[in-house]
C-alpha cells in the first residue's frame, strides 16, 4: 500500500506537527519546512508514503493546523480501511 501526501506550500508555515508524525519520512529545512527524506518526492511538495507510514500520515493531515497536508491513497489501501 502506499499513497502520495501534498504538501500545500501557499498553506505551510512551517510548523512541524507533520515531521514529528511522519519521522523517517520528512524532514525539515533550515526554516522549518517539510522536505522529503529518502528520495520519496514525487515532485514539488509531493511526497511517497508506504506501508507502516500511512496511518501517520493520516493523523499528520488530521492535525495539520493550516489543512496544509492532503492525502491521495490507492484504491488498495483504501479497501485495507474498510
Given at each position: 500500500?502506499?499513497?502520495?501526501?501534498?504538501?500545500?506550500?501557499?498553506?505551510?508555515?512551517?510548523?512541524?506537527?507533520?515531521?514529528?508524525?511522519?519521522?523517517?519520512?520528512?524532514?525539515?529545512?533550515?526554516?522549518?519546512?517539510?522536505?522529503?527524506?529518502?528520495?520519496?518526492?514525487?515532485?514539488?511538495?509531493r511526497v511517497h508514503v508506504v506501508g507502516d507510514h500511512l496511518e501517520a500520515a493520516r493523523e499528520a493531515v488530521k492535525m495539520c493546523p493550516l489543512s496544509a497536508l492532503s492525502l491521495q491513497e490507492e484504491a488498495g489501501a483504501l479497501e485495507g480501511r474498510r
Open positions: 500500500m502506499s499513497a502520495e501526501l501534498n504538501i500545500d506550500w501557499t498553506r505551510c508555515q512551517g510548523r512541524g506537527l507533520c515531521i514529528e508524525l511522519l519521522t523517517g519520512v520528512l524532514d525539515s529545512d533550515p526554516w522549518g519546512y517539510p522536505l522529503a527524506l529518502d528520495g520519496r518526492a514525487a515532485g514539488h511538495g
